[in-house]
């Protein structure tokens, strides 16, 4: 089958996944596989009129170890994956998460993402792939008529999937839940009342995903909120000289004494100060030797910038220069220089 190209960047086009290696491992018996599809996706096809903008939506169990991964991938919708049993590797952008038992995950259409490393795991996998009309992030999101949430929580749900950084995330009882009364849906698609029975879970399970995200970001914006008053606390007594300015501090040395990675702290520097660590350093260095050459005149140039943290009075007097507009000795004798300076 060929897939329509619906990804365009510049030149190039994209397809959406032709799961090729999925269908390999069900032709061939490694996995069990069951969905719907409205065509471009492996599965039994369901009308386009029935629950529109539902495109793909299935479940496969893996009961050995599979030697087929996903190809790297977009898909023409937003999706939601979970794991009910097992492990498995997703590699999203230049990044690997390894996802497991109790895991769902969200990704948007403009995505590349790939299930395998190289290779699935065992366990069994839940997924739906819903259109609301997205290709790329500025676009208006169009939910379809069958979701039944109120305006204002449909208006939440997009907003807090936009923001979506972290794909990952930890699934809750009504989650799970959901998924295995979709599945019993899928398996069951010849029966009567089975589209509102799947359309009575999927919404569910979207105000199980709401739930899931209003909770578990909050959590993430409160540990973000503890990052940055850690830094800030830090920041705070570099300044007022309660921490050893004259200590050799090293990027690595201040982001380990703020408990996270040199990534994060330059990221919390950044947004608290404007500048980078290093250079928020040596202001507050500056500043406090500043004040020393004023209020310890019994202190040298030289013993006053070894306090401070600079290998040579030399080097001091170079940056003191670049700060203040004048050296260290006419910054003495010249009272109408500040003696803090905010660059």
């Known amino acids: 089958m060929t897939t329509q190209p619906i990804y365009r960047m510049g030149r190039k086009q994209y397809g959406i996944d032709d799961c090729e290696p999925q269908k390999e491992a069900v ?29 793909s939506i299935g479940f496969w169990d893996a009961n050995t170890s599979q030697d087929w991964g996903l190809n790297p991938h977009r898909n023409e919708g937003i999706k939601i994956v979970f794991f009910e049993t097992g492990t498995c590797d997703l590699i999203m952008g230049q990044k690997a998460f390894n996802v497991h038992a109790g895991n769902f995950l969200l990704t948007r259409p403009w995505q590349l993402h790939k299930f395998g490393a190289p290779n ?22 169009n939910w379809p ?30 989650i799970a839940q959901s998924f295995r009364e979709l599945a019993r849906c899928i398996t069951a698609w010849d029966q009567p009342h089975v589209v509102s029975r799947m359309a009575v879970h999927l919404n569910l399970l979207l105000i199980g995903v709401l739930d899931a995200l209003v909770e578990q970001q909050a959590q993430e914006n409160g540990q973000m909120t503890a990052r940055t008053h850690a830094v800030e606390v830090f920041f705070q007594d570099l300044k007022a000289g309660s921490v050893d300015l004259g200590e050799q501090w090293t990027l690595d040395r201040m982001a380990a004494h703020c408990n996270m990675g040199v990534t994060a702290f330059s990221k919390y520097c950044r947004e608290l100060v404007n500048t980078g660590p290093m250079e928020y350093l040596n202001q507050c260095r500056l500043e406090r030797a ?17 306090a401070n943290g600079f290998n040579s009075s030399q080097y001091f007097a170079t940056r003191f220069r670049r700060h203040y507009k004048v050296s260290p000795s006419r910054f003495v004798s010249n009272p109408a220089v500040p003696s803090l300076k905010n660059d």
């Not at 409205?38 to 495109?55: A, F, Q, R, S």
Request: positive net charge.
């Open 290 to 306: 500043a004040q020393q050459l004023r209020t310890r005149p019994e202190l040298s140039v030289t013993e006053i910038a070894f």
């Open 27 to 55: 032709r061939e018996g490694k996995i069990e596989f069951h969905a719907l599809t409205k065509g471009h996706y492996p599965g039994t096809l369901m009308p386009e009129e029935v629950l529109p903008g539902l495109n």
């Open 145 to 174: 008529k069958w979701l039944v949430m109120t305006k204002d929580d449909i208006a939440e749900l997009t907003e807090r999937w936009r923001q979506v950084k972290n794909p990952v995330w930890k699934s809750t009882p009504s």
């Open 120 to 141: 699935i795991g065992r366990g069994r996998l839940h997924w739906l792939i819903l259109d609301v009309g997205v290709r790329r992030p500025n676009q208006n999101w």
